[in-house]
């Protein structure tokens, strides 16, 4: 399965680690010796067990004196798995969980040969004759009065004259974890009455609560579960989506199918692979308090909650024009002739858990994969040539001979054919670019002080045109086949090279200290945008040289704009030039994307701040009369010339469980369509009402979750829209094409 981010991976594997935190038990040792004679049934040696039924453990021992608040299970052992054992007494057992070092406690009768003959059965509610109490275990000593006499509670399983009762936690969700339901047991003849629960739980006409349907699917749904047992338990599904990535990381892309259930104030999806068994599943429920996402069960990253901030957020049915399937992760849109796209395609890993990526060709009429170009582990980057129909690609690594072999292709962009391909030296670290009629591969220097290499091919032949030795300080901006020149910055100058002799072509030189340009970081979209469906926006962007930001045309070097250096702010561009977003951080330190206190639209033209908003303001968007942004993670419209706030995105909470919760939640720019906005938010693609703001919905089958190191990529290439035609990239290596006339009059439809 594809690896979770590490910021919001800390928060979540708390209920794991609680229960391998737990000091063990004074005595459990000698407990251990005493009691011989339990421990050699069912296959079972002295050192472990064999479970014979799903199994809760705990991560505290319990007894008669334990109070029905205790009666939460911490996560479950499956059938037939085998742990070693560190004591028994009574009811109880203290075992070792995988790949844990303190023990966890379970009722061990589920490790004897009678569990086996546990049978879930159909779910009923049943009331209970007074003064029953609920077991631990069929005849075992543990048992406990229910809170309330009288309660309704619900079957679910029977062993011989005993039923299985399900007992959810009395608090489930607290301090970033769950707590899990859990069977208790009673003598079948204390059954005062039964009420069938019809099938189906989740079904659009189910009277069954949000809360029973999801204790149902904890402690009754589990991995490897056939999809009829699901739809039998659950019912038909609202909605069918492809899944998420099934695959653990660094195996191939594994897409299944995502049954998708929804009620007004809660939606559960259940993920099955290819052989109809279930892989996953994710409950999406109201925030309470905090916005969490991906909180997960038992440690296990397939099973987990989502606590938003926006709860029931429809699905609209809009059909795309088409939808490729890629091979990895996530497909980025690089640009696009009139015939075809460019698709990067990464599998999201990171820190050593990035294994495979890839360039590759989609016809824009059909939605047929073209071409591909596998790049493995290794660096890898693609420039395209609109004019001549043909991509630059340079790989750093081989998978088909799995070693380094360092190559720059030009290809035929209809079918992949190689023009020219011209080996690299290796051992070097190198970047690709290209300007009008050249391809640049900049050699970069081993460390500060070794000199780089500049060397300029043609773009036709693959010929070397010439080369330059790069002294310290010396470095080649990124540039795309539209510049006409290369960009050398050396220090406090900027220097724009003729690709096809070297000579300089114009220069402008800065003042003040060199400071580091954050254009280039890939957690953030600071400075220019890279729009891929609009190239021509890159003849005019932003260079730091000095103590200023300059706004220059990269043809002849005039200075359009400039903006002075600050050490605690930072800025993103809109989508008209002439205006930037500055982020202002507090404090006396460098600038900090976490403590930004204010933003503030400035004309760079007129050379005046226009308006001040109060935090962090991102991806903004200028659409007549309004400005919208996403403002400290919430999307929202501004009067663009009073800064006037016209509506922010309603939502039930501003808190969030980690700082970098809500600045994570939007992942694309917006898309403006006449009546509606499209934007990446969350794990969805949300389609908002442009003149209140409120949720019309999800569009269908368009998946778009957080990738660490990954945020530029995101911004800039999984939502793009150009006249009719809109593309979405996503999560799950899928790339859908949609047309803007189409999709209006379905959401006016649904609206």
Not at 488 to 505: I, R, T
Not at 524 to 553: D, H, T
Request: charged fraction near 25%; proline fraction near 4%; aromatic fraction near 10%.
């Amino acid at each position: 399965m594809a690896l979770r981010p590490l910021k919001q991976a800390a928060g979540a594997v708390v209920l794991l680690t609680t229960c391998l935190m737990l000091t063990m038990t004074p005595g459990a040792e000698s407990l251990a010796k005493s009691s011989p004679s339990s421990e050699s049934r069912n296959g079972d040696s002295l050192n472990s067990l064999v479970f014979q039924y799903r199994t809760p453990y705990f991560t505290k021992d319990l007894s008669k004196n334990a109070v029905w608040a205790d009666l939460k299970a911490a996560g479950y052992v499956s059938s037939g798995q085998t742990l070693k054992v560190k004591s028994k007494h009574g009811d109880m057992a203290a075992v070792m969980l995988e790949n844990g070092d303190t023990p966890c406690w379970i009722p061990a009768w589920y490790t004897t040969a009678a569990a086996k003959s546990v049978q879930e059965t159909s779910l009923a509610y049943v009331a209970l004759k007074p003064g029953t109490v609920l077991a631990l275990a069929p005849g075992g000593k543990l048992a406990w009065a229910p809170p309330k006499q009288g309660e309704k509670l619900v079957a679910a399983a029977v062993w011989k004259d005993w039923t299985g009762i399900l007992i959810s936690p009395q608090a489930w969700h607290t301090d970033s974890s769950i707590a899990r339901p859990m069977m208790l047991w009673v003598r079948s003849a204390n059954i005062q009455s039964r009420k069938a629960i019809p099938e189906g739980v989740l079904s659009t006409s189910s009277s069954v609560t949000v809360d029973l349907a999801r204790n149902v699917t904890e402690l009754l749904l589990q991995q490897g579960d056939a999809a009829s047992k699901v739809k039998k338990l659950l019912g038909e599904p609202s909605f069918v989506e492809h899944s998420a990535n099934l695959a653990e990381g660094g195996k191939p892309l594994r897409i299944g199918t995502t049954w998708r259930y929804e009620r007004p104030n809660a939606q559960f999806t259940v993920s099955f692979a290819e052989d109809e068994k279930l892989e996953a599943w994710k409950w999406i429920l109201p925030a309470d308090p905090k916005l969490e996402l991906g909180l997960s069960v038992d440690g296990d990253y397939k099973f987990c909650y989502d606590f938003t901030s926006f709860p029931g957020t429809a699905t609209i049915p809009a059909k795309p024009v088409w939808r490729n399937q890629g091979e990895l992760n996530d497909a980025y849109l690089l640009g696009a002739t009139d015939e075809v796209l460019l698709v990067d395609g990464d599998d999201g890993g990171f820190s050593g858990m990035h294994e495979d990526s890839s360039i590759y060709a989609v016809d824009k009429a059909s939605g047929r994969k073209l071409w591909q170009v596998n790049a493995g582990f290794g660096s890898y980057s693609a420039a395209l040539d609109r004019l001549r129909g043909t991509a630059a690609v340079y790989t750093e690594y081989s998978k088909a001979h799995h070693r380094y072999e360092s190559w720059v292709r030009e290809l035929s962009l209809k079918d992949g054919h190689p023009i020219w391909e011209r080996r690299l030296p290796e051992g070097h670290q190198m970047q690709m670019y290209a300007v009008k009629d050249s391809v640049v591969v900049y050699q970069m220097p081993d460390s500060a002080k070794d000199e780089g290499l500049l060397t300029v091919l043609d773009r036709a032949t693959g010929a070397q045109r010439w080369t330059r030795v790069l002294r310290e300080g010396q470095v080649i901006l990124r540039t795309d086949s539209e510049d006409p020149n290369i960009l050398l910055q050396d220090g406090l100058m900027l220097q724009a090279l003729n690709p096809k002799d070297g000579a300089v072509a114009w220069s402008v030189t800065g003042r003040g200290d060199i400071h580091r340009d954050l254009q280039t970081h890939p957690y953030y979209a600071y400075g220019n945008m890279r729009l891929p469906l609009q190239p021509e926006r890159s003849a005019v962007r932003w260079f730091l040289i000095g103590n200023e930001w300059m706004l220059l045309n990269t043809g002849n070097g005039e200075k359009l704009a400039q903006y002075g250096w600050s050490r605690q702010e930072q800025f993103e561009t809109t989508n008209e030039q002439r205006y930037i977003l500055v982020q202002q951080s507090g404090g006396l330190s460098d600038f900090d994307g976490s403590k930004v206190e204010k933003t503030a639209l400035y004309d760079v033209i007129a050379k005046r701040v226009l308006f001040t908003l109060s935090g962090k303001a991102t991806n903004g968007m200028f659409d007549a009369d309004r400005l919208y942004v996403v403002l400290n993670g919430l999307p929202a419209a501004f009067d663009r010339e009073k800064g006037t706030l016209l509506w922010e995105m309603p939502v039930t909470t501003h808190e969030s469980a980690s700082p970098y919760t809500m600045d994570e939640m939007a992942k694309t720019r917006y898309a403006v369509l006449s009546q509606y906005l499209l934007l990446g938010y969350g794990s969805d693609m949300l389609v908002l009402d442009k003149q209140d703001g409120q949720v019309v919905g999800r569009l269908a089958d368009n998946q778009i979750a957080f990738r660490e190191a990954r945020y530029r990529k995101g911004i800039e290439g999984l939502l793009n829209m150009e006249g009719d035609e809109i593309y979405i990239g996503s999560s799950n290596g899928g790339l859908a094409k949609y047309s803007v006339k189409a999709l209006e009059s379905r959401l006016d439809q649904v609206k």
